[in-house]
């Protein structure tokens, strides 16, 4: 007796159109499509729509998705010249006009018109902004994974927790988002010993941030690059994860455990924990 076919997830395309990057429109429309678990989107980005005829390629691309697909795409739209989204707006799909529902009520609110430029919110405006976000991340490369310890009085937060725990890429974006200065310092076995903490990190208790994580997830994560090994093993992970728990404890470091969590969550949420300022806004 054959075995009843599974039930197909509905897909659907998503477009994210900008006359600029195109991160605005897919942050956005990321966090939306989000809500909307049951149906598998393709993705496709069109950026840096300049003119009508780069405005008439994107309405076609849509377009032949529509009929590819026999339904409506969805299309998220950040562009600002009006000819443009006049263009877009006749092709067949759900426009999702994101600067028509935003833009214009606030034009009417403040009394003036917006300068309605392509790439501002991600051009360079201001020059020490930019160098702080550069400057923090070349720290964060610089105290990556406890290669260097030297430079850690600067540090605004020194992550610590597990290899493959999410330290470097948490690290990364607290750089990269907030302009914060932040370390990261791997603890292994040699530091579970006589759970102690390292020497190198002692002087800087006030600063450091404890990532945990759930050994089945940590197990798999290491799976995928050291396969079949001890370290990658879940009886390793349990116990690393037990006494780095008691070595947080022992401590008094605040914690959190990322097992479901992005990196945006992360960095967030420990901002919050640790009522640390961002450097920028």
Avoid: W
């Avoid at 691309?61 to 026999?70: C, G, I, K, P, T």
């Avoid at 798999?220 to 079949?228: F, G, K, P, S």
């Amino acid at each position: 007796m054959s075995e009843p076919a599974t039930a197909q997830r509905a897909r659907r395309t998503a477009f994210f159109v900008s006359g600029g990057t195109g991160i605005t429109a897919e942050a956005l429309g990321h966090s939306l499509l989000s809500q909307f678990g049951d149906i598998d989107f393709e993705q496709v980005a069109l950026p840096y729509v300049q003119t009508d005829e780069d405005a008439r390629d994107a309405l076609n691309r849509v377009d032949r998705a529509a009929r590819q697909d026999e339904q409506l795409p969805i299309v998220f739209s950040t562009l600002v010249n009006h000819t443009h989204r006049e263009i877009l707006a006749d092709c067949n799909a759900l426009v999702l006009d994101m600067f028509a529902v935003f833009l214009d009520p606030l034009e009417q609110e403040l009394g003036v018109r917006s300068s309605h430029k392509a790439g501002q919110s991600h051009a360079i405006r201001d020059e020490e902004a930019y160098r702080i976000r550069i400057d923090a991340i070349h720290f964060a490369l610089d105290n990556d994974d406890g290669a260097r310890t030297r430079h850690y009085e600067k540090a605004d937060i020194i992550l610590t927790g597990v290899s493959r725990s999410g330290k470097t890429p948490t690290s990364l974006y607290l750089a990269l988002q907030f302009g914060l200065y932040a370390a990261n310092y791997p603890l292994t076995d040699d530091d579970f010993d006589d759970l102690d903490l390292p020497e190198e990190l002692k002087p800087y208790r006030e600063k450091l941030f404890g990532l945990m994580i759930d050994s089945e997830r940590l197990a798999a994560i290491r799976n995928e690059r050291r396969a079949n090994s001890r370290y990658a093993s879940e009886q390793q992970c349990e116990m690393e994860l037990r006494t780095l728990e008691g070595l947080y404890n022992r401590y008094n470091i605040p914690c959190l455990d990322v097992t479901d969590l992005s990196i945006e969550e992360i960095s967030t949420r420990i901002l919050a924990k640790t009522g640390l300022q961002r450097r920028l806004q």
